[in-house]
């Protein structure tokens, strides 16, 4: 059974950090395109960083660029978001997801994942 479970989600204050882990079981890891999204309520789930396994390429969405970091240990099947200078905007419930490597097109696209984990809120105050 494929699982993701995400941690280290909180409230912290405007240029604050946090370092957001997701454990992932059930699935050769190595072998999957994996990300992180987020969602603000009464807003759409949106892309916020990914890594693609066929090119080894990663994206970042124009709002957290410079910023947030995305990483990934294989050896412990863990991604992370290591996400620093947060703003209020950040503020959301981010998931991380998985699909099977594919042609990076689309891989920022929340559509176009197959597991999810069940989200951890970041809450960033003014």
């Known amino acids: 059974e494929v699982q993701l479970v995400e941690s280290g989600g909180g409230l912290v204050q405007a240029g604050g950090s946090l370092r957001l882990s997701c454990a992932a079981s059930?699935?050769?890891?190595?072998?999957?395109?994996i990300g992180w999204f987020r969602q603000a309520p009464g807003k759409e789930r949106k892309g916020v960083s990914c890594i693609t396994r066929s090119r080894g390429s990663v994206y970042y969405a124009d709002s957290v660029k410079g910023r947030f970091t995305i990483s990934s240990d294989n050896a412990k099947n863990t991604m992370y978001l290591e996400m620093n200078s947060l703003k209020p905007e950040d503020t959301a419930v981010y998931f991380c997801?998985?699909?099977?490597?594919?042609?990076?097109?689309?891989?920022?696209?929340?559509?176009?994942?197959?597991?999810w984990g069940q989200g951890t809120q970041v809450t960033v105050s003014s």
């Open positions: 059930g699935f050769k890891f190595d072998d999957y395109d």
């Open positions: 997801a998985a699909r099977l490597s594919q042609d990076p097109l689309g891989a920022h696209e929340p559509d176009n994942y197959d597991y």
